[in-house]
């Protein structure tokens, strides 16, 4: 029933900006936090921003702040990363996810019960 879509991915140079976007489906976006996940092959995958359901309340990973930005759109059931000054250490699939409470509780992989697909962000010159 609940379903997450990725999309936006994309090769971009060092430097240039994407927009991530998550449609999602089934659920509400009042009553459940979105989260963004990275992973690259070999690696755990990482957590790199939620956005509360109550208040719009948000969080970022140490390595994204100032360049990386959540929103949501509940009139469009659609949360958005906006991603500038990428870097060639951003190279990752990029996973959206919900976890069924209102507030941000902290970026951990095992909290969000729903996936989406991914999509593939790739910084190269």
């Known amino acids: 029933q609940v379903q997450l879509v990725e999309s936006g991915g994309g090769l971009v140079q060092p430097g240039g900006s994407l927009r991530l976007s998550c449609e999602v489906s089934?659920?509400?976006?009042?009553?459940?936090?979105i989260g963004w996940f990275r992973q690259v092959p070999g690696k755990e995958r990482e957590g790199v921003s939620c956005?509360?359901?109550?208040?719009?309340?948000?969080s970022y990973a140490d390595s994204v702040k100032g360049r990386f930005t959540i929103s949501r759109d509940n009139a469009k059931n659609t949360v958005y990363l906006q991603m500038n000054g990428l870097k060639p250490e951003d190279t990752a699939v990029y996973y959206c996810a919900a976890d069924e409470v209102r507030f941000c509780r902290a970026l951990r992989r095992l909290y969000f019960g729903s996936w989406g697909q991914g999509t593939q962000v790739t910084v190269s010159s």
């Open positions: 089934g659920f509400t976006l009042d009553y459940y936090v």
């Open positions: 956005i509360s359901s109550s208040d719009g309340s948000t």
